[in-house]
Protein backbone atom coordinates (compact mmCIF):
# COMPACT_ATOMS: atom_id res chain seq x y z
CA UNK A 1 0.00 0.00 0.00
CA UNK A 2 1.15 3.13 -0.71
CA UNK A 3 0.32 4.62 2.73
CA UNK A 4 2.75 2.22 4.51
CA UNK A 5 5.27 3.34 1.90
CA UNK A 6 5.06 6.56 2.98
CA UNK A 7 5.72 5.73 6.46
CA UNK A 8 9.01 3.60 5.58
CA UNK A 9 10.25 6.72 3.67
CA UNK A 10 9.39 9.24 6.26
CA UNK A 11 11.50 6.66 8.68
CA UNK A 12 14.12 6.74 5.94
CA UNK A 13 14.02 10.45 5.73
CA UNK A 14 14.46 10.75 9.23
CA UNK A 15 17.48 8.71 9.62
CA UNK A 16 19.31 10.92 6.63
CA UNK A 17 19.00 14.09 8.44
CA UNK A 18 20.07 12.43 11.42
CA UNK A 19 23.32 11.63 8.95
CA UNK A 20 23.53 15.19 7.95
CA UNK A 21 21.65 15.01 4.25
CA UNK A 22 19.76 17.89 3.46
CA UNK A 23 18.74 15.96 -0.14
CA UNK A 24 17.74 12.43 -1.59
CA UNK A 25 17.06 10.90 -4.74
CA UNK A 26 14.88 8.58 -5.83
CA UNK A 27 16.99 6.08 -6.60
CA UNK A 28 19.03 6.69 -3.39
CA UNK A 29 15.34 6.28 -1.15
CA UNK A 30 14.38 3.48 -3.22
CA UNK A 31 17.35 1.36 -2.53
CA UNK A 32 17.27 2.21 0.81
CA UNK A 33 13.52 0.31 1.00
CA UNK A 34 14.19 -2.38 -1.84
CA UNK A 35 11.78 -0.76 -4.52
CA UNK A 36 11.93 1.19 -8.03
CA UNK A 37 12.81 4.72 -8.06
CA UNK A 38 9.96 4.69 -10.67
CA UNK A 39 7.80 3.11 -7.49
CA UNK A 40 9.42 6.12 -5.30
CA UNK A 41 8.14 8.53 -7.85
CA UNK A 42 5.10 6.74 -8.80
CA UNK A 43 3.99 7.11 -4.78
CA UNK A 44 5.06 10.80 -3.94
CA UNK A 45 3.70 11.81 -7.42
CA UNK A 46 0.11 10.61 -6.66
CA UNK A 47 0.24 13.14 -3.52
CA UNK A 48 1.77 16.36 -5.29
CA UNK A 49 4.58 17.62 -6.78
CA UNK A 50 7.79 17.55 -3.98
CA UNK A 51 11.10 17.00 -6.55
CA UNK A 52 13.40 19.43 -7.66
CA UNK A 53 15.38 19.25 -10.93
CA UNK A 54 19.13 18.32 -10.09
CA UNK A 55 18.07 18.45 -6.80
CA UNK A 56 15.87 15.60 -6.11
CA UNK A 57 14.00 15.77 -2.75
CA UNK A 58 15.00 18.03 0.08
CA UNK A 59 14.69 16.04 3.37
CA UNK A 60 13.01 18.45 5.85
CA UNK A 61 10.61 19.68 2.97
CA UNK A 62 9.88 16.07 2.38
CA UNK A 63 9.41 15.14 5.40
CA UNK A 64 6.74 17.76 6.37
CA UNK A 65 5.23 16.90 3.09
CA UNK A 66 4.93 13.44 4.24
CA UNK A 67 3.80 14.36 7.39
CA UNK A 68 1.06 15.87 6.28
CA UNK A 69 -0.46 13.89 4.24
CA UNK A 70 -0.27 11.10 7.03
CA UNK A 71 -1.81 13.11 9.58
CA UNK A 72 0.84 13.06 11.60
CA UNK A 73 2.11 17.14 11.67
CA UNK A 74 -0.49 17.17 14.36
CA UNK A 75 -0.64 15.87 18.09
CA UNK A 76 -3.17 12.56 18.69
CA UNK A 77 -4.49 11.51 21.65
CA UNK A 78 -4.34 8.38 22.97
CA UNK A 79 -5.27 6.05 25.11
CA UNK A 80 -4.79 2.15 26.17
CA UNK A 81 -6.08 -1.01 27.46
CA UNK A 82 -4.94 -3.81 28.47
CA UNK A 83 -1.60 -2.69 31.08
CA UNK A 84 0.04 -6.16 30.62
CA UNK A 85 3.52 -7.13 29.82
CA UNK A 86 2.77 -5.47 26.14
CA UNK A 87 0.93 -2.73 27.23
CA UNK A 88 3.86 -1.91 29.33
CA UNK A 89 6.50 -2.57 26.82
CA UNK A 90 4.34 -0.18 24.70
CA UNK A 91 3.91 2.48 27.57
CA UNK A 92 8.22 2.52 27.73
CA UNK A 93 8.68 3.17 23.94
CA UNK A 94 9.55 6.91 23.42
CA UNK A 95 8.61 6.95 20.05
CA UNK A 96 5.26 7.50 20.26
CA UNK A 97 5.46 11.00 21.25
CA UNK A 98 8.36 11.52 19.13
CA UNK A 99 5.78 11.41 16.44
CA UNK A 100 3.00 13.70 17.66
CA UNK A 101 1.20 10.66 19.97
CA UNK A 102 0.19 11.52 22.93
CA UNK A 103 -1.11 8.49 25.41
CA UNK A 104 -2.34 10.29 28.51
CA UNK A 105 -4.57 7.38 30.30
CA UNK A 106 -4.49 3.30 30.62
CA UNK A 107 -7.52 0.89 31.60
CA UNK A 108 -7.15 -1.87 33.44
CA UNK A 109 -8.89 -4.31 35.44
CA UNK A 110 -6.56 -5.31 37.51
CA UNK A 111 -7.07 -3.67 40.72
CA UNK A 112 -3.63 -3.44 42.24
CA UNK A 113 -2.72 -0.85 39.16
CA UNK A 114 -6.31 0.97 39.47
CA UNK A 115 -5.43 4.46 40.39
CA UNK A 116 -1.47 4.11 39.91
CA UNK A 117 0.85 5.39 36.76
CA UNK A 118 3.39 3.09 34.68
CA UNK A 119 5.52 5.18 32.78
CA UNK A 120 3.76 7.85 34.04
CA UNK A 121 0.12 7.12 32.69
CA UNK A 122 -2.38 7.22 35.30
CA UNK A 123 -4.50 3.69 35.36
CA UNK A 124 -8.21 3.97 35.10
CA UNK A 125 -10.51 1.14 35.99
CA UNK A 126 -12.69 0.79 32.16
CA UNK A 127 -16.18 1.88 34.18
CA UNK A 128 -14.05 5.36 33.55
CA UNK A 129 -13.53 4.68 30.35
CA UNK A 130 -16.03 7.26 28.33
CA UNK A 131 -15.88 9.90 30.88
CA UNK A 132 -11.92 9.66 30.34
CA UNK A 133 -12.13 10.12 26.78
CA UNK A 134 -14.45 12.87 26.85
CA UNK A 135 -12.38 14.66 29.65
CA UNK A 136 -9.34 14.39 27.83
CA UNK A 137 -10.30 14.41 24.18
CA UNK A 138 -8.80 11.18 23.48
CA UNK A 139 -9.26 10.62 19.91
CA UNK A 140 -7.10 7.03 18.99
CA UNK A 141 -7.33 3.93 21.24
CA UNK A 142 -5.11 0.91 21.85
CA UNK A 143 -6.24 -2.35 22.60
CA UNK A 144 -3.28 -5.20 23.90
CA UNK A 145 -6.19 -7.59 26.09
CA UNK A 146 -6.11 -11.37 25.31
CA UNK A 147 -7.82 -12.00 22.47
CA UNK A 148 -11.04 -13.05 24.24
CA UNK A 149 -11.41 -10.16 25.79
CA UNK A 150 -10.65 -7.72 22.19
CA UNK A 151 -13.91 -7.22 20.95
CA UNK A 152 -15.70 -6.11 24.64
CA UNK A 153 -12.64 -3.88 24.57
CA UNK A 154 -13.15 -2.24 20.91
CA UNK A 155 -17.04 -1.72 21.56
CA UNK A 156 -15.97 0.00 24.63
CA UNK A 157 -13.72 2.35 22.69
CA UNK A 158 -16.64 2.73 20.20
CA UNK A 159 -19.07 3.88 22.33
CA UNK A 160 -16.97 6.22 23.80
CA UNK A 161 -16.43 8.18 20.75
CA UNK A 162 -13.29 7.06 19.65
CA UNK A 163 -12.54 7.32 16.25
CA UNK A 164 -9.51 4.90 15.14
CA UNK A 165 -7.86 1.89 16.93
CA UNK A 166 -4.86 0.00 16.54
CA UNK A 167 -5.47 -3.96 17.90
CA UNK A 168 -2.47 -5.62 18.99
CA UNK A 169 -4.62 -8.68 20.04
CA UNK A 170 -4.48 -11.84 17.58
CA UNK A 171 -7.92 -11.33 16.44
CA UNK A 172 -10.32 -9.91 13.79
CA UNK A 173 -12.55 -7.02 15.22
CA UNK A 174 -16.10 -6.12 14.36
CA UNK A 175 -16.02 -2.83 13.68
CA UNK A 176 -18.52 0.40 12.21
CA UNK A 177 -17.17 1.44 8.85
CA UNK A 178 -16.78 4.67 10.52
CA UNK A 179 -13.80 3.87 13.52
CA UNK A 180 -10.91 3.46 11.67
CA UNK A 181 -8.55 0.25 12.52
CA UNK A 182 -5.39 -0.96 12.39
CA UNK A 183 -3.92 -4.36 13.16
CA UNK A 184 -0.90 -5.57 14.42
CA UNK A 185 -0.51 -9.32 14.98
CA UNK A 186 3.24 -9.93 16.06
CA UNK A 187 2.35 -14.12 14.93
CA UNK A 188 1.73 -13.11 11.80
CA UNK A 189 4.58 -11.35 11.05
CA UNK A 190 6.89 -13.94 12.14
CA UNK A 191 5.03 -16.41 9.70
CA UNK A 192 5.32 -14.09 6.97
CA UNK A 193 9.08 -14.01 7.70
CA UNK A 194 8.93 -17.87 8.38
CA UNK A 195 7.84 -18.35 5.01
CA UNK A 196 10.13 -15.60 3.30
CA UNK A 197 13.09 -17.43 4.33
CA UNK A 198 11.85 -20.88 3.85
CA UNK A 199 10.80 -20.29 0.38
CA UNK A 200 14.12 -18.35 -0.06
CA UNK A 201 16.35 -21.64 0.84
CA UNK A 202 14.12 -23.49 -0.71
CA UNK A 203 14.99 -22.21 -4.14
CA UNK A 204 18.70 -22.38 -3.90
Not at 25 to 34: C, I
Not at 74 to 85: A, E, S, Y
Not at 187 to 197: D, H, K, M, P, R
Amino acid sequence: MVVSRLSLYLRELRQLVREGRSTVSSSQLGKMLGVTDAQVRKDLAYFGHFGHPGIGYRCDELIAEIRRILGTDRQWIVTMIGVGNMGRALLRYKGFAEQGFRIVAAFDTDPRIIGTKIEGIPVYNPDQLRDVIRQQRIQLGMITVPAPQAQHAADQLVAAGIAGIVNFAPVTLSLPEKVGLVGVDLTTELEQLAFSVANRNSKR
